[in-house]
DNA sequence: TCCTCTTATGGAAACGTTTCCATAACACAG
DNA sequence: CTGTGTTATGGAAACGTTTCCATAAGAGGA
């Protein structure tokens, strides 16, 4: 037995069965105009003789229209991103379009081509996070055709078609609060900071926090995406930066592995350094003690970035409007009163024997 | 400005402006067949000034083929479909082709009409994870046409055209570590029971597990989809079954909920009560104690399904085979030997003040 | 009886490709 | 000079729809 081996039927299958015209059929099978009762009978028993299904791609072709929204996001794996595409996903059966999705890995060569591919399969709309909403080629081609569109997590000022949450005001917002629990040196640990603008924006905000309530500059940790080492990482960059109090990680995934690394070291939270994490995910409020942290919803995010392009194409008005998604910034055991005197060093310089810990972050490098 | 206002380019275009033949404009785009050197480039200019892209539409009317492969899984947001579907993605990117992505939020409704719809759309290969393999409306619409197709996390013995895990034999060697550790008395905390064929097998192995190492049959918890009120009922359930020193939780977020709300009621995990998951998140590392679970391999689950639809569309034969994805019991804190004599009835009969939690459970449902 | 109006039906064009085939131009061997 | 290739090119069909238009049949009014 071969696939294909019997030709999938089309509209002229039902019609010769039926030994009408393929105009009549089409009729029938569409409840469109007038046809006989008798016709009507016959089109409908040939069609689920021969088990006919409408082509799509037929009548794309025909409607130059796909019924189709394409969306590009770094990794479909990371949470944040998985409950947005949910969203989209959402919106876009309740009006029954198809989601055309594509990843990105945080490349932006890759973000291009997806967004090629899905101009060429001619999607009705385009929803798409880029690793640099000031620096995406992919977006510079998008708008340079006029297709339904709007960012997704990119946030900027002023930039249209974008549904986001302010980082730098919700980073700023963290800042104030590690400001109002007495800590005076923070870190920032991030994931991509030179290549994502949400993290680069979340650290302006805390630096700018840290201007206006007199904190020192935030020292600063990137990590390796591919999360080796984090553990030799993280600890040196504590001995490196002692003074240090309050971390900010970029996001929620950071946070809880640095406390699981932190408690491994015997370091307490928030004891002796307190920990802020971003996006608000639910295990954050499992672990011990809670994470505090800036809730967002991406899954709602992921709905309006979904009503906008939507409302783009039936208004066949490119929008120009910017939906900047709510924060809450939600306290957690993990937030507490600075050290008077971090003892963080004691600690820190002792022989440790740390188990290598399976890494949150490898979860979906290492196996691609 | 409106949308569309501009028709978009098309091959013919290209090629008046070029002043040749379709033909030959195709050619020169496509690379294929002989043109001249000046043809070429009048062409090239002809197509870079338009702006002209391929419409994958009338491309695939022509070949019907459409590079596009088809997925519906329950849930989007769900880590584990989310990671399948990274590996999905990442395949088929690899080799040109698009996903097209749906979710059936458990409804075998919704399943059957995502189906109607791809398959509508003439994807090449169709990858589903059904509610339950033995009664899917959508599973029998798939098979009675020749579509390359591979079921995704439904395993049964002997059923072909699947990739997943046995959980069966998976939830057996859970039941049989609860037993070496002493269990006598186990709980089954399920998500889903009812409707979802894996939450079934899970429990049919742990049945088959108590019968054969000379325990108790298991107490029997489902809870409700939209999480609420899980601590009333865990409560209750404890209350309810006191000799329970250990439960086996139908996957790990939930599991790790469970011991968060335990953690809040003071009982002792592993000392009172012993936990263990399913899926092997990696979350489950993080929190303390650590998780004892049943890891596998949802992203290589993906890969494995994705291949195996590939190699059917191009061997041109409907696979018959099935591939079962490893597992491995991963021993964790939240796994120690059962208590002598449970302290659970006075720890739950004193008067509990917990904080109505934010449940994990919610995290779609309530969204949504 | 003839004309008009409605209802039922089918032919054919169009959507954007690819590809088969025919043609034209030209070089070269006989 | 004719016949045989080769190379470059374009016309046109086909893929599966929808829809415009024409036609045919019948009903009803003059």
């Known amino acids: 037995m071969q696939f294909r081996t019997r030709k999938v039927a089309t509209i002229r299958d039902v019609a010769q069965l039926a030994g009408c015209g393929i105009a009549s059929a089409s009729r029938v099978l569409n409840r469109s105009g007038p046809v006989s009762a008798e016709l009507r009978d016959k089109v409908m028993v040939a069609a689920r003789d021969l088990g006919f299904e409408f082509s799509d791609v037929g009548r794309s072709l025909r409607s130059s229209r796909t019924r189709t929204v394409g969306c590009v996001v770094p990794s479909i794996s990371n949470p944040v991103y998985s409950a947005a595409v949910q969203g989209i996903e959402d919106v876009s ?18 973000e291009l081509s997806a967004v090629r591919t899905l101009i060429a399969k001619r999607v009705d709309a385009l929803i798409l996070t880029v690793n640099d ?5 992919a977006l510079d081609f998008v708008r340079s055709r006029d297709i339904p569109h709007c960012l997704l997590f990119n946030y900027d000022h002023g930039s249209p078609n974008a549904c986001g949450v ?3 005001a919700a980073a700023f917002e963290v800042g104030r609060m590690l400001a109002a629990y007495g800590h005076r040196h923070v870190g920032y640990i991030a994931l ?3 290549s994502s603008d949400r993290a680069c924006q979340r650290l302006e905000g805390l630096e700018e926090a840290c201007r206006n309530f007199g904190l020192a500059a935030p020292a600063i940790l990137e990590i390796d995406e591919r999360g080796e080492d984090l553990v030799g990482q993280l600890l040196a960059f504590l001995l490196q930066h002692p003074q240090t109090t309050g971390i900010f990680a970029s996001n929620d995934q950071v ?3 640095i406390m699981s690394i932190l408690r491994k070291a015997r370091v307490r939270v928030p004891t002796d350094i307190s920990i802020v994490g971003f996006d608000g995910i639910d295990f954050g409020q499992m672990v011990e003690p809670t994470l505090a942290t800036v809730v967002t919803n991406p899954y709602a995010m992921g709905r309006a970035a979904a009503d906008m392009v939507l409302a783009q194409k039936s208004s066949d008005q490119p929008g120009c409007h910017t939906d900047v998604a709510g924060f809450v910034f939600r306290s957690g055991g993990s937030l507490g009163q600075a050290a008077a005197k971090t003892s963080l060093l004691e600690k820190l310089a002792l022989p440790q024997q740390l188990s290598p810990p399976r890494n949150i972050l490898q979860s979906t490098s290492e196996e691609r």
Chains 1, 2 share one sequence.
Not at 93 to 110: C, F, N, T, V
Not at 133 to 137: I, K
């Open 166 to 168: 302010d980082n730098r």
């Open 133 to 137: 909403l000031h620096a995406s080629p």
């Open 192 to 194: 991509r900071l030179t």
């Open 93 to 110: 059966a309740d009006h029954g379009l198809q989601l055309l999705l594509s990843s990105s890995g945080y490349d932006p060569d890759r």
């Open 255 to 257: 946070a809880i592995e």
